[in-house]
T-cell receptor, first 109, second 113 residues
């Protein structure tokens, strides 16, 4: 069963715009991770944020975590056509990884 | 390239049959994870092995089993296959267990006819 729920399910933006995706989850976590999946390929790890962290940055990516609201957000700034992919959040608690259904991001050139 | 190798890339078989999927983890990684991705169920965690021992179990059916060998490669065995087992099966590996990013292979696409 899935743990996280991404919102929105699909997002379409123009190149150069920012994209924000949200993830909500139900139970306790050790960490939350964001992954990207290009069509038909394996998932690529983007960023891991631990339960005692509130914000992390990696290049054009910014992830926030609010454990009181059981939610996380992924911000991609200055998006590019190459960012077109599905994005998944995954919660990890005692080695039990649960993925959300994903957000399908389309960046139009 | 994630460094995780899965074979075969595609597998077509019939209901009732048994198949074995193989995964070679990234060099140095001790943990191997198996996932099933289908349109209706999304990405489901099946099972994790760490240094040859089963570490965590997810939504793995009794018809499915896995093992991790001394050289750390892993195999996922699927038996008495049903139409609903058609899916992408991913293997991922990580350095240790827990609190680590996972590196995914490109998957094995299993089609049951």
């Amino acid at each position: 069963s899935q743990q996280g729920e991404e919102d929105p399910q699909a997002l379409s933006i123009q190149e150069g715009e920012n994209a924000t995706m949200n993830c909500s989850y139900k139970t306790s976590i050790n960490n939350l991770q964001w992954y990207r999946q290009n069509s038909g390929r394996g998932l690529v790890h983007l960023i891991l944020i631990r339960s005692n962290e509130r914000e992390k940055h990696s290049g054009r990516l910014r992830v926030t975590l609010d454990t009181s609201k059981k939610s996380s957000s992924l911000l991609i700034t200055a998006s590019r056509a190459a960012d077109t992919a599905s994005y998944f959040c995954a919660t990890d608690y005692d080695n039990d990884m649960r993925f959300g259904a994903g957000t399908r991001l389309t960046v139009k050139p | 390239d994630s460094g995780v190798t899965q074979t075969p890339k595609h597998l077509i078989t019939a209901t009732g049959q048994r198949v074995t999927l193989r995964c070679s983890p990234r060099s140095g990684d001790l943990s191997v994870y198996w996932y099933q991705q289908s349109l209706d169920q999304g990405l489901q965690f099946l099972i994790q092995y760490y240094n040859g021992e089963e570490r965590a179990k997810g939504n793995i059916l009794e018809r499915f089993s896995a093992q991790q060998f001394p050289d750390l490669h892993s195999e996922l065995n699927l038996s008495s296959l049903e139409l609903g087992d058609s899916a992408l099966y991913f293997c991922a590996s990580s350095l240790t267990s827990g609190d680590q990013p996972q590196h995914f292979g490109d998957g094995t696409r299993l089609s049951i006819l």
